[in-house]
């Protein structure tokens, strides 16, 4: 899938504002013309946000948000509670992954069975 070897290719660095790209998501989900509740976002996170709000707002007004959280190596304990909370906030799946290399199983998992 395009989408998958698209996001697999972006580069994960510096600061996050985890509110602010899930506001941009929703902003781009909410231009399809595809019914409210088959409608989702997935959300590829160590769940760590250094710069803006608390996700866990934005994240309730989605239809539907899966998160993928991956461990941040300098605090796996909260990002990943942090990862499950959004997901939770979002009314979605959470799916945990060790390294990038399990990012397409993930992916491919919520895509077939959403």
Known sequence: ????????????????????????????LNKTREARKSRFGIL??????????????VAKLFPKLHVIGMPAENDATQGIRTCREIAEAGRGKFYAVTDYKEIPRALIELLTHD
Request: glycine letters at 14%; proline letters at 2%; hydrophobic letters at 40%.
């Open 1 to 28: 899938l395009k989408i998958i070897d698209d996001i697999l290719d972006s580069e994960a660095v510096g600061f996050t504002d985890i509110h602010l790209g899930l506001e941009k998501g929703l902003g781009e």
């Open 44 to 57: 590829i996170s160590d769940g760590i946000f250094n710069r803006g709000k608390n996700p866990i707002e």
